[in-house]
């Protein structure tokens, strides 16, 4: 299958969609989701901001997905997925700050595969599972691990402003039931894991999600992350990577966003 990269993009107070091809970026007018035709403009990658690549109406995340990453908490593994939702308005892009709020002492990276929609659905079986997907990005689900377990809902823990970065950009083609994702903390590895160990792997999931709320074009969900995270700090940069996409980077900051 062809393999596409969906990229949205600011060039001085405009707003685009475009394909990327290596460095150039090809504008797009319309919607991406519902059929985007090139406007015949180019513009460098270098020359413009990376945004956040699409905006969704709901974030959706699975917890608890990879074997890995219960192992030594003395966790059984969940019989279906286990389901939170975090406010759009979490949604960073690369380059952007992961700020940390006011309070909050033990913030972790998560790296995960990200699930674009393409197609609305209700009720979608496994097997139809793969119409709906539009493509994959790379995101970090950033937890207050401290808050996780006092709260009541995870309304702050994940869902503080900067506390869903994601792209660089929608990757189409890719055969997401295995590919790399992986974390790096100032450069050293810290998560390294194939998707193709999800516990629920993401047919299932998305499946599954519809079930209860009906996904919509442009909705994105988080499908879990492999083994330890660790605190992060101010100035720490932090990478995800997923094989075929490329690298979300964020550096870390402390104050108002």
Same mark, same amino acid.
Request: with cysteine; proline share 6%.
């Given at each position: 299958?062809?393999?596409?990269?969906?990229?949205?993009?600011?060039?001085?107070? &405009?707003?685009?969609?475009?394909?990327?091809?290596?460095?150039?970026?090809? =504008?797009?007018?319309?919607?991406?989701?519902?059929?985007? =035709?090139?406007?015949? +403009?180019?513009?460098?990658?270098?020359?413009? &901001?990376?945004?956040?690549?699409?905006?969704?109406?709901?974030?959706?995340?699975?917890?608890?997905?990879?074997?890995?990453?219960?192992?030594?908490?003395?966790?059984?593994?969940?019989?279906?997925?286990?389901?939170?939702? &975090?406010?759009?308005?979490?949604?960073?892009?690369?380059?952007?700050?992961?700020?940390?709020?006011?309070?909050?002492?033990?913030?972790?990276?998560?790296?995960?595969?990200?699930?674009?929609?393409?197609?609305?659905?209700?009720?979608?079986? =496994?097997?139809?599972?793969? &119409?709906?997907?539009?493509?994959?990005?790379?995101?970090?689900?950033?937890?207050?691990?401290?808050?996780?377990?006092? $709260?009541?809902?995870?309304?702050?823990?994940?869902?503080?402003? +900067?506390?869903?970065?994601?792209?660089?950009?929608?990757?189409?083609?890719?055969?997401?039931? $295995?590919?790399?994702?992986?974390?790096?903390?100032?450069?050293?590895?810290?998560?390294?894991?194939?998707?193709? $160990?999800?516990?629920?792997?993401?047919?299932?999931?998305?499946?599954?999600?519809?079930?209860?709320? +009906?996904?919509?074009?442009?909705?994105?969900?988080?499908?879990?992350?492999?083994?330890?995270?660790?605190?992060?700090?101010?100035?720490?940069?932090?990478?995800?990577?997923?094989?075929?996409?490329?690298?979300?980077?964020?550096?870390?900051?402390?104050? +108002?966003?």
């Amino acid at each position: 299958m062809k393999i596409t990269k969906y990229i949205r993009y600011s060039a001085g107070t &405009k707003i685009s969609y475009g394909i990327l091809e290596e460095q150039t970026i090809r =504008e797009l007018h319309g919607d991406i989701f519902g059929g985007a =035709e090139p406007t015949g +403009t180019t513009v460098k990658l270098s020359e413009v &901001k990376v945004l956040a690549p699409c905006e969704p109406s709901k974030v959706i995340a699975v917890g608890r997905n990879y074997k890995s990453h219960i192992a030594d908490r003395n966790i059984e593994p969940p019989k279906e997925p286990g389901l939170f939702l &975090k406010p759009s308005s979490c949604l960073v892009g690369t380059e952007g700050d992961i700020v940390i709020p006011e309070g909050a002492n033990n913030v972790h990276y998560e790296a995960e595969l990200v699930v674009v929609i393409g197609k609305k659905g209700k009720n979608v079986s =496994e097997a139809e599972a793969p &119409k709906h997907i539009f493509g994959v990005t790379a995101g970090n689900d950033v937890s207050e691990r401290d808050w996780q377990k006092s $709260d009541l809902q995870w309304f702050r823990a994940k869902g503080s402003d +900067t506390f869903g970065a994601l792209g660089p950009w929608i990757v189409q083609g890719l055969n997401y039931n $295995d590919l790399l994702v992986q974390s790096r903390l100032n450069g050293e590895l810290r998560q390294s894991q194939r998707t193709k $160990d999800l516990i629920f792997p993401v047919d299932n999931v998305i499946s599954y999600i519809s079930r209860f709320m +009906t996904l919509l074009p442009g909705d994105i969900v988080y499908t879990g992350t492999p083994g330890n995270t660790k605190p992060m700090f101010p100035d720490d940069v932090i990478e995800i990577e997923i094989e075929g996409v490329g690298v979300l980077r964020n550096r870390i900051a402390r104050g +108002t966003v």
